[in-house]
């Protein structure tokens, strides 16, 4: 069992959540000011264009145990986790979205759970029957291609609504991966974790911030930065079509010296020149992904650029 005196710190990321922000936090404030342990949370405005930094301000005044991080554009969730991770000072750290869909009423089991003696306590989303099909698809899809191709195995349904210990977030602050993947590192980086289902909560406002083409750079970033299967299997796909290839050779040079017949047809000659052609894109894609990884990395540009906060000003 942990030490009763301890003290939470809860990081939630947002963009644009002028709508929810409010409500949000009173929750969060509600269901803290109800244990018996000290507190802080901080809220990391991902380049908002609306009034949802000024909002986080007003609710400051009132309770200076709000805190804020404001970025000078948005560069993405997993970065305004990343700097909140860097801020946190409490014993243990609850990440959670800033659009109502994580319940603020799961965070004692939470904590009761880490008492116990787990280190992380990650969540698994239970299925809503209202999600369009389409999401479900892709959802269920983008998990068993993690878990086929990636060399970290994921649980249906696992969501950033997490629990992290002390030790943890300080194992996770000395990774410098500029391209990030917090649910593949917290998977990474071991220690005793438990996972604990939830019922999403109905959005109350806004819409969704994750887009076709972000949760298929987030499977991307997924898949590059923890397996470098794509590039074995794209090697091995190689290695077959040149075997193949190689007996087609011989069999259509055994055809013309031996027989009276000959291969012909522009038709499987065009299909076959196409096919491994786009194999050969399709590969020099997956090698761009990697090369690209690299690239970005040998920048060490920061990952995120904070332009007001309530740190450094004493506000």
């Not at 998990?143 to 249906?156: G, R, V």
């Not at 007996?247 to 000659?269: C, D, H, N, P, Q």
């Amino acid at each position: 069992m942990r030490n009763i005196i301890y003290k939470v710190s809860v990081i939630i990321p947002v963009l644009n959540e002028q709508d929810c922000i409010s409500l949000l936090l009173e929750k969060v404030v509600e269901v803290l000011e109800n244990g018996s342990e000290s507190y802080e949370i901080i809220v990391v405005d991902d380049g908002s264009t609306d009034d949802t930094l000024s909002l986080i301000k007003k609710l400051r005044d009132n309770n200076d145990k709000i805190k804020y991080i404001s970025f000078s554009r948005n560069f993405g969730h997993q970065n305004a986790i990343r700097a909140g991770l860097k801020y946190t000072t409490g014993d243990c750290v609850i990440s959670m979205d800033g659009d109502m869909q994580h319940p603020p009423g799961l965070i004692p089991e939470l904590i009761s759970k880490w008492k116990e003696g787990y280190d992380i306590v990650y969540t698994i989303r239970r299925e809503d029957p209202d999600t369009p099909f389409f999401k479900k698809i892709t959802s269920g899809l983008f998990y068993k291609l993690m878990n086929l191709i990636s060399d970290i195995n994921f649980e249906q349904g696992e969501a950033d609504f997490r629990l992290l210990d002390k030790f943890a977030v300080i194992e996770l602050n000395n990774l410098n991966e500029n391209a990030i993947f917090y649910r593949g590192m917290v998977k990474w980086i071991g220690l005793n974790q438990i996972g604990i289902e939830y019922t999403p909560e109905k959005r109350l406002c806004g819409a969704t911030k994750y887009s076709g083409k972000k949760m298929g750079a987030l499977a991307l970033s997924g898949i590059t930065g923890f397996s470098t299967k794509p590039l074995r299997i794209s090697t091995l796909v190689g290695i077959s079509i040149a075997f193949l290839s190689l007996i087609y050779g011989v069999y259509a040079i055994y055809i013309k010296l031996f027989t009276e017949r000959s291969i012909e047809g522009w038709t499987s000659v065009f299909f076959m020149v196409t096919l491994i052609g786009g194999i050969q894109l399709i590969m020099i894609g997956i090698l761009g992904e990697y090369i690209g990884r690299i690239f970005i990395e040998s920048k060490k540009r920061p990952n995120y650029i904070v332009k007001e906060d309530s740190f450094d000003s004493g506000k």
